[in-house]
Structures are given as C-alpha cells and as structure tokens.
C-alpha cells in the first residue's frame, strides 16, 4: 500500500456503534474506503452495507479477515468477543481498531497484545473521551505541568436509563462503563500507575436484578504510585441525561472537563431556569468518535503507535478487574496482587 491509496477498512458489528463508525469510514474520512461489513445476525451487514453504499457484506467474519484486499478493521463486536477477533484479525495481518473493553481477562489481554506484537499490525483501542477537544487540552496542559503535580482526580459516567437489563451480562459496569473513566484518570495523570483500588456497588435502580450479577451503581477510589488519589462513579440511571465530566486538582491549579448541556444555552422562564441535555453518547462524543478513527487510520498509514494502545486497554482493564475483586471481597485491592477474573 502507498500512501496515495485509499486505505481499505473492514467492520466487524453492525450494531450501534457500529453503524455509527460506519458512517464515519464511509463519508467523514478523506482517503479512507469502507469496503466490507461483517456481522453473523441475518440481515445486518446488507442493511447497513446498502445504506452506505459498501457492496461487500458477510455474515461470516472469517470471510472478512481472509480478504487480502483489506488493510485495516474496525471491531464493534459485543465486549465479549473483542480478545479474540483482536487475535484473530492480526494473525491476518490486518491493523486493528477494537471498541473498548479490548478483553475481558488480563490473560485476554495479554494475548491480544502479542498477537498484535508478533503481526507487526497497529492496535488501538476506542478511548473515544481522549480525541474530545476538553479531555485533550486538560490532559495536555497537566502533561506540560499548568496545574502542578495530580493530587486529587474524578470521573463519572451516568447513563440516561437502564434499558433491557436483562441483556446485561455481570461487571458490566466496571469492565464495560467504567472502563472509560479508569482510562481517563490514567491519562490524566501523566506517568503515574495504579497501586490500589477500594470498590463499592450495589443495585439501587433494579434490585430485583442483583442477583443476576447485575450491579447499577458503583464508586470506585484508586490510589495512584505518585501518591494522587482519584474516585470514579456510574450510575445507570441519570434521568436527565448522559453525563461525563471529569476533574483534577493539583499542587498550582484545577481542571474540569465535560457538560451533560446539550448547547450553553440556559432558558429563563416562568417555570425557571433550564439547559437541554445531551441524552445520547454520539451526540455529546460525535466529534470524539470521528476523530479516534481519523487517529487510527493515519497511525495505519504513517506506521506510528496509536495514541490509545494496547497497553492502555490492559491497564484500565486491571483497574476494572481490581473493582470487581474488591466489591467481591470487601476490602481494598493491591493491582500488583491481582487476581484475573
């Protein structure tokens, strides 16, 4: 491939954000080519592939990874497949972009990684929150040291409603929502790594759930090598919106991000004061997921690490399993003393 040739992506999922990075490939990234969508439920790739005028559609992923025609993929798969088609799709010498969690297992991990490693392919992983232009310019301004050493560190995730919680499988919400907010207290707190993390959860919006290993609430402290200190919380069930902020104090100053506002505006009338809330994750990160693709697509071409790697993915995930353990034991949990799900 040159570098005057459009860089040709395959879609694993044609699920939600699946459809969503389609969208991205097919129109919103110059010198790229959406050329097949895979994706096993009858139907699915077709639909999608004629909407987006993409010809080549599978219910077979194998089908897609065999391609010789393909340089890179886009895996929007359910979170439990993810380790797997990482492997699967850099033994067929393909870059690789896997939503986040890119395993569920730090053994999963691991073998992503090296599989990746040993291909010689890109991997990067959909930390969408590090491409949103407020979560970029903090994490730039603490790595250029604008607000002295991290002290203290927060991050949240609340979704809009609880839907369908039957399809939830357990942990979902540290291995598949807090997942993001453990990688936002890594990246905003440049060069330092996680020592210890206390966990507590519980199922305060469907309890009759709890015992399906569905938790909906959680708070998580982590303690941070640099002696920083951080709390991370979600909640399935923000009822006025979906909400991501995040904040850090440090020795010179203080940082914080995000807004659950739809737009600034702010209405003042009869029955008060109001703002319109963003109540869906493509419309408040819109721009974020198109500029993670733009990321990786150009790391693919100029051969550069991806900004979210790997690596990365592996390290929240440990945050995510120490989470667990703690909720599972009662007590604080050393990561170096991990033990894998």
């Not at 389609?22 to 077709?46: K, M, Q, S, Y």
């Not at 407020?134 to 050493?149: D, S, Y």
């Not at 303690?223 to 923000?238: I, P």
């Not at 029955?271 to 693709?293: I, N, R």
Request: hydrophobic share 45%.
């Amino acid at each position: 491939m040159t570098t005057q040739q459009p860089l040709a992506v395959g879609l694993l999922g044609a699920g939600r954000m699946g459809s969503f990075h389609a969208e991205t490939l097919a129109h919103r990234l110059p010198g790229v080519r959406l050329v097949a969508i895979a994706d096993p439920t009858p139907g699915a790739a077709r639909s999608l592939g004629d909407r987006l005028g993409c010809a080549t559609a599978y219910t077979d992923i194998g089908e897609l990874l065999a391609d010789p025609h393909i340089d890179a993929v886009v895996i929007a798969t359910p979170a439990r497949t993810h380790a797997d088609l990482v492997e699967a799709a850099a033994k067929a010498g393909k870059a690789v972009y896997c939503e986040k969690p890119m395993a569920v297992t730090l053994a999963e991990a691991d073998r992503a990684i090296a599989a990746a490693a040993d291909a010689g392919v890109p991997l990067q992983v959909g930390f969408n929150r590090r491409y949103d232009a407020g979560f970029r310019a903090a994490h730039e301004k603490i790595a250029a040291g604008a607000i002295g050493t991290p002290q203290l560190l927060r991050s949240l995730t609340r979704d809009p409603a609880l839907a369908d919680p039957a399809r939830i499988p357990p942990w979902t919400i540290f291995l598949e929502t807090l997942i993001h907010d453990f990688d936002v207290l890594r990246h905003l707190n440049p060069g330092a790594e996680p020592v210890e993390v206390f966990a507590m959860a519980d199922a305060l919006i469907r309890p009759d759930f709890k015992d399906r290993g569905l938790l909906d609430t959680a708070v998580v402290t982590v303690r941070f090598d640099n002696g920083a200190l951080a709390t991370a919380e979600a909640s399935f069930q923000a009822v006025y919106g979906y909400d991501v902020r995040a904040e850090v104090l440090g020795s010179a100053g203080m940082l914080t991000m995000g807004d659950v506002r739809r737009t600034h505006l702010t209405a003042y009338g009869p029955d008060g004061v109001a703002a319109e809330c963003v109540t869906y994750d493509q419309h408040l990160f819109h721009d974020a997921y198109v500029a993670e693709l733009a990321d990786f697509t150009d790391s693919v071409r100029t051969e550069r690490t991806p900004s979210a790697t790997g690596e990365d993915a592996r390290a929240a995930l440990a945050i995510a399993l120490a989470a667990v353990q703690s909720v599972t034991t009662g007590g604080p949990v050393r990561v170096d003393k991990l033990q894998d799900l």
